[in-house]
């Protein structure tokens, strides 16, 4: 049996027991006696009575007019065209209000045209999804196909195709911002490079799936889909479907994995719930891999021309840089496609003070699926571009690479700091970090082990990367991005149940982030009721408070913050009514240990609960009538948003003939400001992090040049597996926010974030003797071997006679 | 991502699969272990009208010990070889090279004579069997025919099966004491796919040096008599007399134009032979 309430290693920081549960102890998670069993609730495991399910047929072609859709006769009541659902429906649109935005309309279901290769074109039920599947392949389309936009690089020309005709080029928005610029150019050192991430495909365990049913009595759709935000998704389907929320349920049952494709409202969804409202049983699409590689998560695919300025002594003067993100066909709901580019612009900077700063950002329309918001969102690729930058200061100088760090990080008696984009970073101590970091490796014995050479003839690498991460950043952050989700106040609900349990409510939802567990040690923090006796429920609109959901880091400020003034706000009630039972006034009892505690008797929370819902006549007329329940707002003292931040630090080991990596050291020390539960934030670090790896060194979504995605199984897109990932080195530390609850900071991207810059600078470090460098991802055997080999020639053609000397 | 409708028969004898794949009025699709033709009918890269599976089959999952070879039924697992279910006369190469052969969830179900069958160029069963001198036995409505492993993979994912045969039995020779053997293999992560691999064998009692180039885009390389790459077989450090200008000159014939792919399968060679082990 599960009991979290005698976890051996949790800290007993105020001596008296209690603090077991509070904030900063590491209980074993709730949510697992279920997960590790195999037990967990997902899409997939709903069976409704006489469900159907649905499959697609999905464009095969990047870009193409249809001409023609052929149904078979004796099929045609089993699928659904644009035609069948246009005059109920409405195209997902997802704007920006940045100057200059170009919206895109994502038809439903594909009319005249498609751009993406998976777009939906019709909808087949069935008994079976084989069956479902058999009738999508005897839909026969006929196509015109149209060159494909397919490299956002050559999407800019003139001469370019067009995703949207209408638009006259292929940019969603152009952003532009210059700080100061032209007083950097005197600087003695001045370096450019050419840097690129690869796409990507978020592949969670389990990938999207949605379940919808019309509900009679309730005359409501009701929508099973895993997601990280609930809310918005009746927001989206009530536009979409142009129907009132109140006749939307959205339900999101267990999560497996989200990173943010679980946010997005999809068309696959919008089709349900129109099928649903319509057929009189309900429906089901599961996504399968193929789907979710080829149709689906696309993320993360970046490209800088960056130039970077600097004083011989590594003071670096000035950043400019132009920088395009490849946003593929549509914008996508609710962050549409000018997020992650616009986010470069504000954030290559990265934790470093300089003065001058200069950047151009293109998010350009493709061919491609649209590009979602992926853990860590912008913040990888600006990482990877500007540490490796770093790194090449470093090399120019002459110095060790940490020492340029110290010299241009943030300073903490700078804090809170305002930083050249007007990010307020709220606090810190980064070079001590960096300090840490450092101190868990032994980089002079390492130099010593580089200047010696390997036995095997490996090449060693050490490389580090240091990043912060804006988490939780709220109204004054979002209104002016002009997208269709802003967030205000987070509302959590507090609610004792007659026999003395606690159900919290929350709008967000877990897709990982252990809120079940968290959540209520937030609660049992303040009330000291026992965390197994403290219910989070989330994921379903019908009982939950609004919210914009799970993500940008936020739920243990934002929902932590709401639970823990919900709490408060129910210690009062709590305590109104126990004075009342001790016949004193409220001003001379406190609230311990689970107890009202008067001068000389206590009551028990149970007590007080059952004589308000089962005893309501031992309670005076005066008693505050809102009972055991709150709803309650909360916002940080300032929305900006937390900034935790790492220094994440990589040593490599590079076979130079077969250009295999091995990782064969990785730490990481970073400041998530007060932990509601370290091994809850070590877990998001570790799988943070194997995401990074993933990004450094596996994963790649590659398309040909007519815009076919060229991995559509695990096969051919390779992420890392257990093997793959080293236990790393982990270090916390913990410099309170100063503007929220308990000082807690943002934590969940971060392990996403620095891997590729950490990994990247070790690679190039251990490549140096032979000249070689990497400056893009994923860094795979092949690109090393082109690295090395087209050093080898340069050299050759610089020198014939000094290149037979040098190794090969 | 389901399969279209297709029948299914799990016949007990090798007899009945040659009745049933002998109609060729409908596709018909063998089906041993289905680590690979499980993903594809999901996908709908096979679209069978029948599949026949082979695991009801005793012949071919057991497996009889001789004086000079083994028989090793078609169906007999990865993992049967691995844990040394079955009697390892190769002197520790098969299960060593099982044991690294994807995963052991494949392993516990993907078989000999399917991956052979398979082709993939990538698949360490054609490599390491190629190396130790194993002969695949092809059973048909005319009878039985032998064919070396090396010559059994046509071209990728093309073995040299006729209309009407089933591989019923890989035989694998027995290496003598002074054998010694090596494998090598490049993947990206464990268990992917290799994109290079080396396997040598020598067994100088028996004048035998053979090694081979695998996970190239067809067939593997074979070096039927590889004295030059391996000497005598009787050097303590078999790696001396290595020749990687040789080599490379074997799969520039071979086909492989590409400098860095030559590089990462002439490494791959000279390392499966400086890791010659004999146990």
Redesign the interface.
Known sequence: MFEPSIAPDTDDKRGDGVAKQGVGASVPRKEDDRFLRGRGEYVGDIRLPGMRDVAFVRSPLAHARIKDIRIPPHLRSSVFIASDIAADTRPIRAVSGLPGFKPSDQPILAFEKVRQVGELIAMCVADTRAEAEDIAAAVEVDFEELPAVHDMLLARRPDSALVHEEWGDNVFLETFVDINMEAAYDAPIKITREISTARQSMAPMEGRGTVAVWHKRMDQLVLYTGNQQPHIVRNGLSECLNIEQLKIRIVSPDVGGGFGYKGIVLTEDVCLGWLAMRCGYPVRWIEDRREHLTAGANCREHHYNITVYADRDGKLRGVECEASVDSGAYSSYPFSACLEAAQIASILPGPYDFPSYRCRTWSVSTNKCPILPYRGVARTGVCYAIELMMDAIAHECGLEPYEVRLKNLVRPEQMSFDNITKKHFDSGNYPESLRQALAKIDLAGLRARQKKGEPDGRLIGVGLSVYCEQGAHGTSVYAGWGIPMVPGHEQATARMTPDGGLELRIGAHSHGQSMETTLPQVAHEILGIDIARIKLVHGDTEYTPYSTGSWGSRCAVMSGGAVATASRELAKLIKGIGAHLLQTDVENVKLENGAVVGPSNSVKIDEIAHTWYRRPQDLPATVDPRGLEVTIGYKPARDSGTFSYATHIAVVAIDPELGDIELIDYVVVEDGGQLINPMVVDGQIYGGLAQGIGTAMYEEMNFDTSGQPLASTFADYLLPGPTEVPAPKLGHMETLAPYTEFGVKGIGEGGAIAPPGAIGNAVNDALRPLGAQVLHTPMTPRRVLEAIQAAAESRKEKAPELAEGLPA | ?????FDYARPDAVDAVIRLIADDSRTVKMMAGSQSLG?MLN??LVQPDLIVDLTGIEELRCFSDGVDEISIGACVTHADIEDLRVTDVTRGALPTVANGIAYRAVRNRGTIGGSLTHADPSADWHSILAAVGAKVVLRGPAGERTVAVEDYMVGALEADLRPGEVLVRVVVPRLSKSARWGYYK?C??????A??IGAFMTDPDRGISRAVIGATESRPVVIAKASNVIGDGRAPRLNDSFDGGAVDEILEKAGMVD??DK??HV??LRRAIEQARSQ
């Open positions: 991502m389901k399969p279209v409708n993903p996908l709908r490049s990206r992560k464990t268990g992917e796919f994109h290079a400098p860095l590089q990462t490494a791959a």
